[in-house]
């Protein structure tokens, strides 16, 4: 995935996730579905600065990832 297709994700991912705070009230299938999103906003974020990180140092971007939602959820801020 090049980094084009990952910020029109993250803004697609973005967009859904406002959607759904706008509602007030959400139903758990709902609750469900913004728990995934946030977990992929955080993957895909995470996939992004991995790639940057490798452009950076000179390494090949395209070797970056997607990592699991638990090992990018357990990450220390």
Do not use: C
């Not at 974020?45 to 699991?68: C, I, M, T, V, Y």
């Amino acid at each position: 995935m090049r980094e084009n297709e990952i910020i029109t994700h993250i803004k697609n991912l973005v967009d859904e996730e406002q959607r759904l705070y706008g509602k007030g009230d959400l139903s758990d299938t709902e609750r469900n579905e913004l728990d995934s999103i946030q977990i992929q906003l955080d993957q895909y974020w995470d996939l992004l600065r991995q790639r940057r990180a490798r452009k950076e140092f000179g390494d090949n971007p395209d070797k970056a990832k997607l990592r699991g939602g638990d090992t990018v959820e357990n990450y220390e801020q």
